[in-house]
Nanobody, 112 residues
Framework: QVQLVESGGGLVQAGGSLRLSCVAS????????MGWYRQAPGKQRDLVAG???????NYAASVKGRFTISRDNAKNTVYLQMNSLRPEDTAVYYC??????WGKGTLVTVSS
């Protein structure tokens, strides 16, 4: 079993930055890919950014160039650096490990 805990969400003005963290605990040795997803009210949960165990990354087109995903395997932690935030980035952001494990989410609100 793996537990994921996100942190770092909050209220920020448009153009500002936030850094989200996701700490994995439990049986973490088998974790390969990790990622960040987000879900806004009335919308589906979509991939924001993903990162493999070797550091390969991919991003949604809407965040490419503004967000950066990274990981520290020694700390079992994945980060999402979010710059140039826009109101449309407002959502609950969820951490995911492989295809099985989800965190509870952290709310990001970007005001205009």
């Amino acid at each position: 079993q793996v537990q994921l805990v996100e942190s770092g969400g909050g209220l920020v003005q448009a153009g500002g930055s936030l850094r989200l963290s996701c700490v994995a605990s439990g049986s973490t040795a088998g974790i390969d890919a990790m990622g960040w997803y987000r879900q806004a009210p009335g919308k589906q949960r979509d991939l924001v950014a993903g990162i493999s165990s070797t550091g390969m990354t991919n991003y949604a087109a809407s965040v490419k160039g503004r967000f950066t995903i990274s990981r520290d395997n020694a700390k079992n932690t994945v980060y999402l650096q979010m710059n140039s935030l826009r109101p449309e980035d407002t959502a609950v952001y969820y951490c995911k490990a492989d295809v099985y494990y989800w965190g509870k989410g952290t709310l990001v609100t970007v005001s205009s």
